[in-house]
């Protein structure tokens, strides 16, 4: 499963970005995408990714503390497409940010390519 990270930039402080996570190509791509748990996770210079939310196949999300209400994660299984919208930036939200699809049931976990997020303050 390929995911293709997208929506990264820059931001003053307060603004907004939404982040997108496709995936294309076989059907069986597509199939896993659908029964994955899908999320997003950010990595700052020298530390481990940390999960900013995830959201199940039955569009259960999952939240870091830290988001604070600020972000809203969503999926959509027509599109093969995971959204991050990101309101009320703050600089310590800079990071890059990682799409991910998981299944530890079925033993796969999928990482996109990081996408830099800049807020300035």
């Known amino acids: 499963v390929q995911l293709q990270a997208s929506g990264g930039g820059w931001v003053q402080a307060g603004g907004s970005l939404r982040l997108s996570c496709a995936t294309s190509?076989?059907?069986?791509?597509?199939?896993?995408?659908?029964?994955?748990?899908v999320g997003w996770y950010r990595q700052f210079p020298g530390k481990q990714r940390e999960l900013v939310a995830d959201?199940?196949?039955?569009?259960?999300?999952n939240y870091a503390d830290f988001v604070e209400g600020r972000f809203t994660i969503s999926r959509d299984n027509v599109k093969n497409t995971v959204y991050l919208q990101m309101n009320s930036l703050k600089p310590e939200d800079t990071a890059v940010y990682y799409c991910?699809?998981?299944?530890?049931?079925?033993?796969?976990?999928?990482w996109g390519k990081g996408t830099q997020v800049t807020v300035s303050s």
């Open positions: 991910n699809a998981r299944n530890n049931m079925a033993g796969w976990d999928y």
């Open positions: 959201i199940t196949n039955f569009n259960r999300a």
């Open positions: 190509g076989n059907s069986e791509s597509t199939f896993r995408f659908s029964i994955s748990v």
